[in-house]
C-alpha cells in the first residue's frame, strides 16, 4: 500500500495493491501496518461505521464535528466514483484554510485519512456511488455541524457541467469565515492533543 500526504497538514491518502483474477478482484482498503508507518501512530478505535449512497452530481458537505470530542474519519469509495475533498478548517494550523482532494474510483480503490478537526465534503461522479467510513466517534446530532461547499473563499471543485445536489443543510450551510466569528471552528492545538490520545477525549473510556 502507498501513502501520501496531502496539502492539509495530517491528511493522508492511501493506494492499496489490487488483486485481480477470473473471478474479479481483491484488495485491502485499509492496512494497519501501512498507516501506522504513514500516520506515526495506530488507527483510532473505531466508534462506528456509516455507508451512504448517492447518485451522480451529489454533493456531501462540507461536514465537521464539534471539537471536543471531535470525530477522525477513514474514508473510501466501495462502488463508483467520487472526489473526496479534505478542508482544513483547525484555527492555528500551518494548512488552515487549504484544501486537497483524492479521486475515488474502483480501478486505484485510493482511501483518505481525515484527522480530527478537518471538514470533509465529496462530489458523486456516478450514479450508485458508495462510501464507506470507519469513524472515532459515535454520531451525535448536536455535535455535527457544515459550512457552505460553495463557499467562494474556499474555491473547492464541486460544480461541473451541472449544478450541484445538495441537501436542506447542505445549501443553507454558512461560511468558513461566519463559522470562525461565531467561534464553532475547531482549534488545532485541541486537535492535535485529541489525536495524540487515539482521537479519543481525554478520559474517556478506550
Known amino acids: 500500500m502507498k501513502a501520501r500526504e496531502l496539502a492539509v497538514e495530517g491528511a493522508?491518502?492511501?493506494?492499496?495493491?489490487?488483486f485481480p483474477d477470473e473471478r474479479g478482484l481483491f484488495i485491502s482498503p485499509?492496512?494497519?501496518e501501512a498507516?501506522?508507518?504513514?500516520?506515526?501512530?495506530?488507527?483510532?478505535?473505531?466508534a462506528q461505521t456509516n455507508h451512504s449512497m448517492s447518485r451522480r452530481g451529489v454533493v456531501r458537505g462540507v461536514h465537521f464535528t464539534?471539537?471536543?470530542?471531535?470525530?477522525?474519519?477513514y474514508v473510501y469509495c466501495a462502488r463508483g466514483k467520487a472526489l473526496d475533498i479534505v478542508v482544513d478548517i483547525r484555527v492555528g494550523s500551518p494548512t488552515y484554510g487549504r484544501w486537497d482532494s483524492v479521486l475515488m474510483d474502483q480501478r486505484d480503490h485510493r482511501a483518505t485519512y481525515l484527522p480530527v478537526g478537518v471538514g470533509h465534503a465529496f462530489?458523486?461522479?456516478?450514479?450508485?456511488?458508495?462510501m464507506s467510513y470507519l469513524l472515532s466517534e459515535s454520531y451525535r446530532p448536536e455535535n455535527e455541524l457544515a459550512?457552505?461547499?460553495l463557499d467562494p473563499a474556499l474555491g473547492l471543485p464541486v460544480t461541473g457541467d451541472a449544478e450541484p445536489v445538495l441537501s436542506e443543510r447542505d445549501?443553507?450551510?454558512?461560511?468558513?469565515?461566519?463559522?470562525?466569528?461565531?467561534?464553532?471552528?475547531?482549534?488545532?492545538?485541541?486537535?492535535?492533543?485529541?489525536?495524540?490520545?487515539?482521537?479519543?477525549?481525554?478520559?474517556?473510556?478506550?
Not at 498507516?35 to 473505531?46: D, M
Not at 464539534?66 to 474519519?73: H, N, V
Not at 462530489?123 to 458508495?130: G, I, K, R, S
Open 30 to 32: 485499509f492496512q494497519e
Open 123 to 130: 462530489v458523486a461522479l456516478e450514479d450508485d456511488t458508495v
Open 12 to 18: 493522508l491518502e492511501f493506494t492499496p495493491r489490487v
Open 147 to 149: 459550512l457552505s461547499v
Open 171 to 206: 445549501r443553507t450551510a454558512i461560511t468558513l469565515a461566519e463559522a470562525r466569528r461565531q467561534g464553532l471552528l475547531p482549534e488545532y492545538a485541541r486537535c492535535q492533543e485529541i489525536e495524540r490520545n487515539g482521537a479519543r477525549t481525554p478520559g474517556t473510556p478506550r
Open 35 to 46: 498507516f501506522t508507518e504513514a500516520h506515526g501512530g495506530p488507527l483510532f478505535r473505531v
Open 66 to 73: 464539534a471539537t471536543p470530542p471531535g470525530t477522525a474519519k
